[in-house]
Each structure stands twice: as structure tokens, then as C-alpha cells.
């Protein structure tokens, strides 16, 4: 009973690296998100999806790009890392826009 | 000014006390109100999800929303060392989703 899955847990990259950042869901939920969490600020939408192959901006998206080739999947990128971008990234999904959503344990990316 | 506030804490209270914790939000178009607990280095849980003014009840745990004041509140009875975590409050208008920054909790034994 996964839930929701993100790889890696931990990662530290250097300024200007790129990485990839995946989540997995197994309860075949529609909607999907990529939020960060930063001390004091709470969660912060990066981006989301409505359905395989459609993607949304957040409330923070530069720097972020993202992908949802497959229902159960959804990739967060980095395309040139910067320090800004260390923070603990969340990975969630739900049934509906308006149905609670379940999250995965986060991975924890340092720029360095 | 934040849309939600909410108070960092740590807020900390001895075994079987009862524990109150607050969020207030600014946006009268919120409909949606949930509670969720994150323990240390995990994701957040749903514990709570309410739609209207008034009192919902779960176990040790009470939701309370007041809309006309935009308050709304979490009470946990008889608290124990494992409810100690990070409690966000989060709520919706339509497709928007505002989290709270979360109050940390640590009940000694």
C-alpha cells in the first residue's frame, strides 16, 4: 500500500546542475502537485496536473519545469539548479481539485 | 499580510493536556478547511477536513471553523507524546489551496 512514492529522498547538487525529480502514485488519482516547503513559509504550489499529459503553473514555477506522460507519474525538473531552489520538495495527488490530497515523504535537495 | 497565519509555536504542554491550535485567514471566499500533522522528515496527513461553520469531531480530535470571525481552530484531548509534530492548516476558494506555515507541537511526557 505505497500511496505516494518520490525518488531520491536526499540529494545535493552544485549551481547550474540539472536533476529530475520523480513521483509516483498508485491510487489512480487524477490531480497531481509539486509543492516546496520552506521554514516559515508552509507549502508553496510549484506546479500541478489535472490529468495525464497536462500540466499547470503554481505559485512559484520559475526555475521548475514538469512532465505527466503516464497518470501515475509526475517529473519535476531542474533545468540549471540554483541556491534559491534548496528546500524539501512534496510531491501529492488527489481524486479531484477539491478532494484532500495525500503526500509523499518529500525529497530533500541542497544547492550548493 | 499572509492570506492564513498561523502561529510557529513550538507549543509546548505536558501529557494529557488539552491542546488548542489556530489558524486565521484574511479570504472570505474560503469554503474548505482542513488539518493536517506532519511528523518530523514526512510527508503531511489529512486529519481533518471540514466544509462549513461549526464543530466536527474525530476521536481525540475537534475541528472548528467560525467563518464569521475566519478562525479556525484544532482541539486534541487527553494529548499523548505520539500527536507531538508540525499541525498546518490549509483551505480552498474554488482551485486555490492556501497552507498555513504550521505550529509545532511537543507534548512532554
Known amino acids: 500500500n505505497a500511496g505516494v512514492t518520490q525518488t531520491p529522498k536526499f540529494r545535493v547538487l552544485k549551481t547550474g546542475q540539472s536533476m529530475t525529480l520523480l513521483c509516483a502514485q498508485d491510487m489512480n488519482h487524477e490531480y497531481m502537485y509539486w509543492y516546496r516547503q520552506d521554514p516559515g513559509m508552509g507549502l508553496r504550489l510549484i506546479h500541478y496536473s489535472v490529468g495525464e499529459g497536462t500540466t499547470a503553473k503554481g505559485e512559484v514555477p520559475d526555475g521548475y519545469n514538469v512532465s505527466r506522460l503516464k497518470k501515475q507519474n509526475f517529473l519535476l525538473g531542474l533545468e540549471s539548479a540554483a541556491p534559491s531552489q534548496t528546500s524539501v520538495y512534496f510531491c501529492?495527488?488527489?481524486?479531484?481539485?477539491?478532494?484532500?490530497?495525500?503526500f509523499g515523504d518529500g525529497t530533500r535537495l541542497s544547492i550548493l | 499580510q499572509k492570506e492564513v497565519e498561523q502561529d510557529p509555536g513550538p507549543l509546548s504542554v505536558p501529557e494529557g493536556a488539552i491542546v488548542s491550535l489556530n489558524c486565521t485567514y484574511s479570504n472570505s471566499a474560503f469554503q474548505y478547511f482542513m488539518w493536517y500533522r506532519q511528523y518530523s522528515r514526512k510527508g503531511p496527513e489529512l486529519l481533518m477536513y471540514?466544509?462549513s461553520s461549526g464543530n466536527k469531531e474525530d476521536g481525540r480530535f475537534t475541528a472548528q471553523v467560525d467563518k464569521s470571525s475566519k478562525y479556525i481552530s484544532l482541539f486534541i484531548r487527553d494529548s499523548q507524546p505520539s500527536d507531538s509534530a508540525t499541525y498546518l492548516c490549509a483551505m480552498r476558494s474554488n482551485y486555490q489551496l492556501i497552507w498555513g506555515a504550521g505550529t509545532k507541537l511537543i507534548i512532554k511526557p
Open positions: 471540514t466544509y
Open positions: 501529492a495527488s488527489s481524486w479531484a481539485y477539491n478532494q484532500p490530497q495525500h
